[in-house]
């Protein structure tokens, strides 16, 4: 089984944003930058776990530049064997997926994963991009797999419930919450994932025409109105007239 | 010509697709166009699109497309974009839109903007629309300026509304190839509320409940305004509720009409899920709770005190 999992560098979830150069860019000053929580926990714990019982090779993706390579080592850490690097600044989610995809064309993949979204812009667009550019299938939400052979079993969330599936290796999956849990690199794996390898290639930005033109802060809540407990006739009458919600 | 997916679930629309019909013909006023409405299967009714502003409806029937897979799927919705000359194409943010979005862009060699939330507007040939990002801290502006764009749009961005009167119902027959996703089951949460993402109330509590046998109250509040229940990670985590009512950063973003939150802190990867709600209510007391922050309306006291009263207090509006 060849298995490669697309992770992304992500800053971690408690950060505070901030805006620079008047709103055109983000502050990334006093970021700390973890690896994507959807590919670590679930698609790549996920990989590994695939890897124990099929065995095989895991490869991790990252489009970035060099500053990715701490959280490609903590991929490498968790169990993927080796990493490539296409050495990018893609500004979008297309020339994301196009760049791996040329990678994984030549590569053999059975399994290839993604995370449900990036923390970060939460465009959840990559796995499907990637999945049209290998005209390969695609499973989003993927929450629970059972391989056997080359026939996946999966299953994923749909609006309130959850949908089984059936597809034939190679595929694309998206992975959420469920699909495996949060695995603690030991000393000993973070020690021999420092010799594994990271293929650094060059790549090409293929869309320009998508781009963020400025952030924003989202405007702040006016201040919280406080209601005496005793008076939740107040309160009801607050949601009815002002607020209109009930 | 705007082209607007409209999503068909055992043949009936939901509300949020109607919703994107309505954003559908805002954004062709806006480029002084019309606005199409494509409908994959068998759908009752599917000519009161034009009702929320549709001028007509294109209907593919292809035994291909019975269950649901992005392949086909995308294959479809493109090919009708050729045909008609599609300038934009619109989608639904939802579990099958995040399959499709990206899918359709690429085939259709158009820009892409997924989960936007509000309308879009015009500089000249290029649209420029609004994303929030780092779950709702951030909000992007991103510009789309090749000849095609595929926007997703997250539900309630906008009400649907009703400016028109039944259309004209047009078949088309297009190439969609074969399914490499075949549906198994199905496991849907039948009758009851509204599921979590799709809900307009919710109630939601966390670990400030105690335990699992205390939860009637909150049972009790919303069953009284027919809100679906939800709650924060830890209590879903030590198996006091369903993993599926967990919402936040890690679990359902929802952003419902209203949120009641009851004995739970307010962390930020709780917001995270959160804050896109349009009026909050927090019960908690700890006055120093983060989540009075992020609320509309507070409530510092016990909840065990409060939850009964405030639902006794609303049983008295409705009688
Ligand atoms: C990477 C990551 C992802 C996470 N994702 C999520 C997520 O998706 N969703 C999520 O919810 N959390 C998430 N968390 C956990 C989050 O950080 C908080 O730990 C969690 O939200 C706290 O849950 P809580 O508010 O129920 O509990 P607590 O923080 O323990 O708060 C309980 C609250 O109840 C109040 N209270 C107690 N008794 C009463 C009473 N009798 N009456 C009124 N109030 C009372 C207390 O004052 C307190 O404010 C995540 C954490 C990490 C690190
Ligand atoms: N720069 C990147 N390099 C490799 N994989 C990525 C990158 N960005 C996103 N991905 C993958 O695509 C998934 C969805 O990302 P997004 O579409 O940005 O929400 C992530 O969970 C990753 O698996």
Same mark, same amino acid.
């Given at each position: 089984m060849k298995q490669l999992v697309c992770v992304s560098k992500t800053p971690d979830t408690t950060t505070n944003i901030k805006l620079a150069e008047g709103g055109k860019a983000l502050d990334s000053a006093g970021v700390n930058y973890i690896l994507n929580p959807y590919d670590e926990w679930y698609a790549l714990v996920r990989a590994v776990e695939l890897k124990a019982v099929a065995g095989g090779t895991i490869?991790?993706?990252?489009?970035?530049?060099?500053?990715?390579?701490?959280? *490609?080592?903590?991929?490498?850490?968790?169990?993927?064997?080796?990493?490539?690097?296409?050495?990018m600044q893609p500004g979008n989610a297309l020339s994301v997926a196009k760049a791996i995809a040329d990678h994984a064309k030549e590569g053999g993949y059975d399994i290839i994963y993604c995370g449900k979204e990036s923390i970060d812009y939460n465009g959840s667009q990559v796995g499907a991009m990637l999945a049209e550019y290998m005209d390969l299938p695609y499973v989003g939400l993927g929450i629970h797999m059972e391989v056997e052979g080359n026939s996946a079993t999966i299953k994923r969330d749909i609006e309130g419930g959850t949908e089984t599936v059936q597809v034939n290796t190679p595929f694309v999956l998206s992975c959420a919450k469920g699909m495996a849990e949060q695995r603690i690199p030991n000393m000993r794996d973070i020690m021999s994932s420092k010799r594994?390898?990271?293929?650094? *290639?060059?790549?090409?930005?293929?869309?320009t025409s998508t781009s963020i033109s400025n952030y924003d802060l989202p405007a702040g809540k006016a201040s919280v109105k406080m209601i005496d407990p005793d008076n939740m006739d107040e309160l009801v009458r607050l949601l009815k007239e002002e607020a209109k919600v009930l | 010509m705007v082209l607007v997916y409209a999503e068909n679930s055992d043949g009936k629309f939901k509300k949020a697709v109607l919703e994107t019909v309505s954003y559908g013909k805002k954004t062709a006023d806006l480029m002084g166009t019309e606005c199409v409405a494509l409908v994959l299967g068998n759908v009752d009714d599917a000519g009161q699109l034009g009702k929320y502003g549709a001028s007509k409806v294109i209907q593919v029937n292809n035994d291909a497309l019975a269950n649901f897979d992005s392949q086909t799927y995308s294959k479809a919705i493109s090919a009708v974009a050729e045909n008609l000359g599609a300038q934009v194409v619109l989608l639904n943010q939802n579990s099958s839109g995040v399959s499709l979005t990206g899918r359709v %862009?690429?085939?259709?060699?158009?820009?892409?903007?997924? @989960?936007?939330?509000?309308?879009?507007?015009?500089?000249?040939?290029?649209?420029?629309?609004?994303?929030?990002?780092?779950?709702?801290? %951030?909000?992007s502006n991103i510009s789309l300026t090749a000849a095609k764009k595929v926007i997703s749009v997250t539900g309630?961005? /906008?009400?649907?509304?009703?400016?028109g009167s039944d259309c004209p119902i047009e078949s088309m027959d297009v190439e969609v190839g074969s399914a490499g996703v075949q549906v198994v089951s199905r496991d849907?949460?039948?009758?009851?509320?509204?599921?979590?993402?799709?809900?307009?109330?919710?109630?939601?509590? =966390?670990?400030?409940?105690? =335990?699992?046998?205390?939860?009637?109250?909150?049972?009790?509040?919303?069953?009284?305004? @027919? %809100?679906?229940?939800?709650?924060?990670?830890?209590?879903?985590? $030590?198996?006091?509720?369903?993993?599926?009512?967990?919402? =936040?950063?890690?679990? $359902?973003?929802?952003?419902?009409?209203?949120? /009641?939150?009851? @004995?739970?802190? @307010?962390? /930020?990867?709780?917001?995270?899920?959160?804050?896109?709600?349009?009026? /909050?209510?927090v019960i908690n007391k700890d006055p120093e709770a983060p989540f009075f922050k992020a609320a509309d309306y507070g409530v510092c006291a016990d909840l065990f005190d409060v939850v009964p009263k405030l639902t006794e207090a609303i049983k008295k509006t409705m009688s």
């Open positions: 490869t991790v993706i990252n489009i970035g530049d060099a500053s990715n390579d701490t959280v *490609i080592r903590k991929a490498l850490a968790i169990g993927a064997d080796d990493a490539v690097r296409v050495d594994k390898p990271i293929d650094v *290639i060059s790549g090409e930005i293929t869309n | %862009a690429v085939r259709l060699g158009a820009d892409c903007a997924s @989960g936007v939330n509000s309308l879009p507007s015009l500089d000249g040939a290029n649209l420029q629309v609004q994303k929030k990002i780092f779950s709702g801290k %951030a909000i309630n961005t /906008i009400q649907p509304e009703e400016t849907e949460q039948t009758g009851g509320p509204a599921p979590l993402p799709e809900a307009e109330l919710v109630v939601s509590a =966390g670990r400030g409940m105690k =335990g699992p046998e205390n939860w009637g109250i909150i049972e009790d509040l919303a069953n009284t305004i @027919g %809100a679906t229940t939800a709650c924060s990670r830890p209590v879903a985590d $030590v198996g006091w509720r369903p993993h599926h009512e967990h919402v =936040g950063q890690t679990g $359902v973003a929802i952003r419902p009409n209203l949120y /009641i939150a009851a @004995g739970i802190s @307010g962390a /930020i990867q709780h917001l995270a899920g959160v804050n896109s709600s349009k009026c /909050i209510v």
